[in-house]
């Protein structure tokens, strides 16, 4: 049985598109054009102040650890009281706002 390669090879240089080259630094040293038009993006001052907040938000920890250690001591010698009332006040003010 006889294979044919049909001029297709794994060893033929591929040709890429010039748009898709790497951008090449000319012999003098500087860059070519191809650099030259690249795109920009700027941020405003209101996504500078968020970028900021958002940091400083991270840096919180998550939970009240003095709160948590105080309620874990209260549920621990029977002193923490649910009250019925107050929960369905707070869970009835997130549904229906005033």
């Known amino acids: 049985m006889k294979i ?3 001029g297709i090879s794994p060893l033929t240089p591929k040709h890429t598109d010039p748009a898709q080259r790497p951008e090449r630094k000319a012999v003098n040293g500087e ?3 191809v650099n030259q ?3 920009k993006a700027e941020l405003s001052d209101n996504a500078r102040l968020l970028s900021k907040a958002r940091t400083a938000l ?3 920890p998550d939970v009240r650890a003095e709160k948590v250690a ?3 001591q209260q ?3 029977g002193d923490y009281t649910i009250r019925p ?3 369905a006040r707070r869970m009835i003010g997130r549904v229906i706002p005033k």
């Open 58 to 60: 991270e840096s919180v």
């Open 31 to 33: 860059v070519s054009s």
């Open 85 to 87: 009332e107050e929960i």
């Open 37 to 39: 038009n690249r795109d």
């Open 75 to 77: 549920v621990q010698s």
């Open 4 to 6: 044919d390669n049909n």
């Open 70 to 72: 105080q309620v874990s």
